[in-house]
């Protein structure tokens, strides 16, 4: 589900594209907190969404083609798996939902980060 909403949001202006992708954000950290207390289990394998949002900000930084959509998708469940400080810091301290989001926040950063540097080379 990560992929067609780059989609569908790359369409827009790049502040509108920001900002929905910060109103997501937003919207995810209440949800997952919600699926959280749902699932009485803390960061449950059954939400995805934090996923789905995180994979946005590795992909925010590229135009969507299959090149950088495919290597910005290895690079973010890379990141998100290795979970590089502080990643795992705010997991496992921020409460609910905020947990739960801000470490694929981290993880989609640390994937941009390497995804704008590898397309700047091959530009």
């Known amino acids: ?37 749902i699932f009485q289990e803390k960061d449950s394998q059954r939400i995805v969404l934090d996923e789905i949002v995180g994979l946005q900000y590795t992909l925010y930084v590229v135009e969507p083609t299959v090149r950088y959509i495919f290597i910005g998708f290895v690079l973010f469940r890379f990141f998100d798996i290795v979970k590089i400080f502080p990643a795992n810091l705010v997991q496992d301290k921020l409460p609910g939902g905020y947990g739960v989001v801000s470490d694929d926040v981290v993880a989609g950063g640390y994937g941009a980060l390497v995804l704008w540097l590898l397309a700047g080379f091959w530009r």
């Open 1 to 37: 589900m990560g992929i067609p909403l780059y989609l569908a949001l790359s369409c827009l202006s790049r502040p509108c594209h920001i900002l929905a992708i910060l109103a997501l954000t937003g919207l995810a950290v209440g949800i997952c907190r919600r699926a959280e207390v």
